[in-house]
C-alpha cells in the first residue's frame, strides 16, 4: 500500500509525518487566511522528512466561515474558526491528488480532542472511509490520531522538536497571530510538554 497524509503544516499532522513517515504528503490551499504559512511549514517539514510534497491549490474562500476565511462564523459555527464541511471538502481534494499519484490510503490528523467538530470525530472518519471505498481507486482513510490528544500524539511520535518547530497552527495568519484558537493550543501543548516559550 501507498499511503498519503493530508498534511496542513501544523502540529499534529506534522506529528503524523514524523511517526507513520507516509510515501507522499499532500497540502491543500484553499483560500485559508493562514495559506502561506502552512504551507511554509509543510513544505519544511516534508524536507526535513525527505517526504514527497505535494500542494494543491483551489480558491473556495467564497464558501468560507469564520476565523480562517477572516468573515464572520455562521450562526451554527460550533467554534470561531469553523469553515461549512472542511475536512469532508479536504479530504475529498487530497483523495483527488493521492489516488492520481497512485496511493490507496490518505491518513488525517484528526485528534480525540477534535470532537467539538463534527468531522473531527471518529464516525465522520468512518463514514468518509466507506464513501471513498466505494469509489474507483479503493481509497482508505485513516486516523491514527484519533484516540489520542496533541500532546499524547507527539509523546506517541517521538518527534523531535527541531521538526515540530516548523509547526504552524494559526488560524488567522500566515504568521503567528497568538490570540486565536490554534495559537493557543500550539502554545498550551507546547507548555505540557516542557517547552512553554515563556
Request: hydrophobic share 45%; charged share 20%; with cysteine.
Amino acid at each position: 500500500m501507498k499511503s498519503a497524509l493530508l498534511l496542513s503544516g501544523g502540529m499534529d499532522s506534522t506529528a503524523i509525518a514524523y511517526w507513520r513517515r507516509p510515501d507522499m504528503a499532500i497540502t491543500i490551499a484553499y483560500g485559508q487566511r493562514p495559506a502561506a504559512g502552512e504551507i511554509r511549514a509543510a513544505e519544511a517539514v516534508c524536507d526535513a522528512l525527505q517526504i514527497e510534497h505535494h500542494l494543491v491549490k483551489c480558491d473556495l474562500s467564497a464558501l468560507g466561515s469564520g476565523d480562517m476565511a477572516g468573515q464572520t462564523a455562521l450562526a451554527i459555527a460550533p467554534v470561531p474558526e469553523w469553515w461549512p464541511y472542511r475536512n469532508q471538502m479536504l479530504v475529498t481534494l487530497a483523495a483527488m491528488k493521492a489516488v492520481s499519484a497512485g496511493a490507496d490510503r490518505l491518513l488525517i490528523g484528526c485528534l480525540r480532542t477534535d470532537c467539538q467538530h463534527a468531522d473531527g470525530r471518529a464516525d465522520f472518519i468512518t463514514a468518509m472511509d466507506a464513501v471513498l471505498s466505494l469509489q474507483e481507486g479503493g481509497m482508505r482513510i485513516e486516523a491514527p490520531a484519533i484516540g489520542l490528544s496533541a500532546v499524547e500524539l507527539i509523546e506517541r511520535s517521538g518527534v523531535p522538536m527541531e521538526i515540530l518547530a516548523w509547526a504552524h497552527s494559526c488560524h488567522t495568519s500566515d504568521f503567528a497571530c497568538g490570540m486565536c484558537r490554534g495559537c493557543r493550543k500550539h502554545f498550551e501543548t507546547l507548555k505540557a510538554l516542557g517547552h512553554s516559550p515563556y
